[in-house]
């Protein structure tokens, strides 16, 4: 009895030591701020490693030894006399009442004292670890000084090794997108949660340039034509709401409300542009996403200018173009190609205006994290360095790409096929 009470406080103990070890400090912090007294005790020994593994380790070692000197002086040796009384030779006898009590007293060790109770630690660590985390303090409180003595001993020799210096507690991007994949494999998280949660974290990585829609794709209306031209820029538009330029086209001086100005043709009146124009916010292209987030939240208008260094205007960045990242691109007319498509001979046609981010992680290719582009097109022009022409193929990072339509200077569809 007294060597299955040994091996069971064996098993508290090493359940005690890796519930504190592997429980998440974000998930104890949340017990302890709902008022769970025991987290906030398993936080306090968690930030403490040195001497709370000093306080289990004197414990296991302890009750080690005890476990030893009963099972080898009473157990081995009671075994040992009933072999002999059963005739067995004295050094067969010797043998055989050491070595099947050793054999026991492990198994039952290792079952007890080991591998249950770690499991039961792994499967629920912040609960176990707030439960123990008392027991735990009172442990180390009452074997302080050998604690201490242990704690710098330990400290010592780790500066002997050159690693005196304290380990920091990094969480990478990396492992937080694992710990959302596992969680939506464990049905935490529907698929489309996933995604969003993945465009959040995409989203925080873009600058203005990543998020804008291109100049040539933003529909303009100018000052300087005639009224004509200016009412059948409007009439003509799907949008709703029209940069104005006065001039040139780095002149925008705002934007106009459809909605504003279609009274004004509806009554047949006289049309002055100018009174309409909404002041716009302008952002750096190379500025964070958050940024633009900010200055958009502020702006009634719900859109940002992108301007380079130069002060030229290279696009516009709207609230829609930021959920976009967020949630998938919107479908705007019928026939709009996606962004990339899978097919049947396993290829895939990608969009040029993709941008490099996502490509990167569907297709799994290893983008690097200072790139000087945004897109796939911005891509392909990084790796030939030029222009390419319609039906032009070469081969990068296994994979083999083929350029099938240009819309002008700007590539539009790139044909990928994966090597063997």
Known sequence: MIVVVLTIVNGLLAMSELAVVSARPARLRNMADQGNTGAAVALRLAEDPGKFL??????????????????????????????????????????????????????????????VPKQIALRDAESVASRVAPAMKLLAAIGSPIVWLLDVSGKFVLRLLGQSGETEEKVTEEEVKTIIAEATTAGVFESDEHSMISGVMRLADRSARGLMTPRLDVDVVDLSDDSSEIRKVILGTHRSRLLVQDGDSDSIIGVVAIKDIIGVFANGQPL???????????????????????????????????????????????????????????????????????????????????????????????IPKDAKFETVAGYVLSIINRLPAVGETFEHDGWKFEVVDLDGRRIDKVLMTKLA
């Open 54 to 115: 000093s306080s289990v380790q004197i414990g296991i070692t302890l009750v080690g030894i005890l476990s030893g000197a009963f099972s080898g002086a009473t157990l081995g040796l009671r075994l040992t006399e009933w072999l002999r009384e059963l005739g067995v030779a004295g050094s067969v006898a010797d043998v055989l009442g050491v070595g099947i009590v050793v054999v026991l007293i492990t198994y039952i060790s290792l079952i007890l004292g080991e591998l």
């Open 272 to 366: 002055d542009l100018r009174k309409f124009v909404q002041q716009v916010p302008v952002v750096m292209d190379h500025a964070d996403a958050l940024d633009v987030v900010r200055a958009i939240r502020n702006s009634t208008v719900h859109m940002a200018l992108v301007v380079d260094e130069y002060g030229h205007f290279e696009g516009i960045v709207t609230s829609g173009d930021i959920l976009e990242v967020i949630t998938g691109v919107f479908q705007e007319e019928t026939g709009d190609d996606p962004a990339l498509v899978k097919r049947e001979d396993g290829s895939y046609l990608v969009a040029g205006w993709m941008p490099v981010d996502e490509f990167s992680e569907r297709l799994k290719l290893h």
